[in-house]
């Protein structure tokens, strides 16, 4: 039943494009009674998978920093091995709704990615300034997205690609491919401190895996099929009804 439910979710990944892992873990925890710690091990640790692919692309493309990237990754890596700790001291209640929070934050800096970019500009700093201060910036913007994936298991996908944007001034695509490279160190350090911690059910772990990347692959086959903007409404829509569920219902 996990593989299948996981395979429908891949389908509707795929489909729209958005990253998942909170809707994953609210299906798990929700759906089959998953320990809320295990449901966020297992999903930050797939995610070492399913953006591997999409990486690679973004930098066969060129869309990927690789000086940025590396150096932000190398902060999220020792922030999620930390965040993955830190979550062993929270309470399953308060993890849960901590983590519902995370992914409605999640889903308004999308929205306002997706549908006023513009907006975003206006808060970034100066490029002098960030090139003089590269690197302790990349470190510590790594440290806090990657401990805020390792706490609460999910990507922050959308925080890291506002400090890209904002921070480091990159181009949207840049943003967007030099964010799944970030997000591989943060899933395969934040995954081993679960792993660490007795939270990964090794059998889930591989039901959970391969039904996404089976229905996500099979999904992405059909996105052309529906116009951009529904499908910007339906990335923005996911992770809200996931943070809604997952707050709401015990």
């Known amino acids: 039943m996990i593989f299948a439910a996981m395979l429908i979710l891949g389908l509707t990944i795929g489909f729209v494009g958005a990253g998942g892992a909170g809707v994953a873990i609210t299906l798990l925890t929700v759906g089959f009674n998953v320990p809320i710690h295990s449901?966020?091990?297992?999903?930050?640790?797939?995610?070492?998978?399913?953006?591997?692919?999409?990486?690679?692309?973004?930098?066969?493309?060129?869309?990927?920093?690789?000086?940025?990237?590396?150096?932000?990754?190398?902060?999220?890596?020792?922030?999620?091995?930390?965040?993955?700790?830190?979550?062993?001291?929270?309470?399953?209640?308060?993890?849960q709704i901590l983590t519902a929070l995370m992914m409605l934050i999640s889903a308004?800096?999308?929205?306002?990615?997706?549908?006023?970019?513009?907006?975003?500009?206006?808060?970034?700093?100066?490029?002098?300034?960030?090139?003089?201060?590269?690197?302790?910036?990349?470190?510590?913007?790594?440290?806090?997205?990657?401990?805020?994936?390792?706490?609460?298991?999910?990507?922050?996908?959308?925080?890291?690609?506002?400090?890209?944007?904002?921070?480091?001034?990159?181009?949207?695509?840049?943003a967007v491919g030099t964010t799944m490279l970030v997000i591989i160190p943060i899933s395969v350090f934040g995954g081993l401190g679960y792993l660490m911690a007795g939270h990964i059910d090794l059998y889930l772990f591989v039901k959970t895996l391969f039904g996404l990347m089976l229905g996500s692959f099979i999904g992405a086959k059909f996105t052309r099929l529906v116009p951009a903007p529904i499908l910007k409404y339906f990335m923005v829509f996911m992770p809200v009804l996931g943070g809604l569920i997952l707050m709401f219902c015990k």
């Open 39 to 95: 449901a966020l091990g297992v999903a930050l640790s797939t995610m070492m998978f399913t953006t591997f692919s999409g990486a690679i692309s973004h930098l066969r493309e060129g869309n990927i920093n690789l000086k940025t990237g590396c150096a932000v990754g190398i902060g999220g890596a020792l922030g999620a091995f930390l965040g993955a700790h830190i979550s062993n001291y929270i309470p399953s209640n308060n993890l």
């Open 108 to 174: 308004l800096l999308l929205y306002i990615k997706l549908f006023y970019p513009d907006a975003i500009h206006k808060f970034s700093v100066t490029a002098s300034f960030s090139q003089h201060y590269f690197w302790p910036l990349a470190f510590i913007i790594g440290i806090i997205n990657g401990t805020l994936s390792g706490a609460f298991g999910i990507g922050a996908a959308a925080f890291i690609q506002l400090s890209l944007l904002l921070i480091f001034g990159l181009p949207l695509y840049k």
